[in-house]
């Protein structure tokens, strides 16, 4: 994670919300992907894409001639549920999958073994010299999507020591997703506290969802319901101009 640039490092932690599986199946489309996750953003999808591949994060599989993304991190931990197989359509196909080889560049390819070492050696410094402020910029990235902004000092705290039982990058997709859901379902007065999420492993929970009543309108139901006036407005004027 710490080797990825900060947009591949978004664009990796938000894969996390549209896999189509507990194991960690995507549609293997860099373009649509990025615009989901990061539609605003003036970055490359398939140079995204081919740096989380590079460094291992995602994977590409292949069934009955159609090419899929994977995330090998993703399955552990998820709560598996037999019900995604017939939804997931690398799933249907699982006996048949077949993991196909990651491009490189030629010049990667023909490295001498004494610049290999040497980056290898630089690497594993820039691991030990950075590996504080990598957490800390998981979590940022993260945090963006809590919709209730309060004591960050705590809920970073919270999330080192939870870090130390799963893995950083797994809990950073946790917090997007139920950030997610809190703000598409519920009111912030009632959003928990993340560093009070965190502490009670709160991402073991179900997604959180707002009754029918309690739903807040969406786009689409705001569109629907001036089109709704607009023919209420038209269909008196009818009335006035035949009366």
């Known amino acids: 994670m710490i080797r990825l640039s900060p947009f591949a490092r978004l664009f990796y932690i938000g894969l996390w919300n549209f896999a189509y599986c507990d194991k960690g199946h995507l549609p293997d489309d860099a373009l649509g992907l990025k615009l989901k996750i990061l ?13 989380v591949m590079r460094n291992g994060r995602v994977s590409r599989v292949e069934a009955e001639g159609k090419t899929y993304l994977w995330m090998p991190s993703f399955g552990p931990w998820q709560k598996t549920d037999p019900r995604w197989k017939t939804r997931c359509p690398a799933c249907a196909h699982q006996d048949s999958l077949i993991l196909t080889k990651t491009p490189v560049s030629y010049a990667e390819s023909h490295q001498s073994s004494a610049l290999r070492e ?9 691991v030990i010299t950075h590996a504080l402020p990598s957490a800390e910029s998981v979590f940022d990235a993260a945090y963006l999507h809590w919709p209730k902004k309060v004591e960050r000092k705590a809920a970073l705290e919270k999330f080192k020591a939870a870090a130390k039982r799963i893995d950083s990058e797994a809990l950073a997709a946790h917090i997007v997703r139920f950030g997610d859901a809190y703000a598409a379902t ?3 007065r009632f959003t928990p506290a993340l560093g009070v999420w965190i502490g009670h492993e709160r991402w073991t929970d ?7 009543g309690e739903r807040k309108p969406t786009r689409t139901d705001q569109n629907l319901d001036f089109v709704a006036q607009l023919a209420r407005e038209q269909a008196q004027q009818q009335r006035g101009l035949t009366a």
Do not use: I
């Open 39 to 51: 539609p605003a953003d003036p970055v490359d999808a398939d140079e995204l894409l081919a740096e």
């Open 118 to 126: 040497e980056n290898q050696r630089e690497e594993k410094r820039t």
């Open 206 to 212: 179900e997604l959180p969802s707002a009754q029918q």
């Open 186 to 188: 519920t009111d912030k």
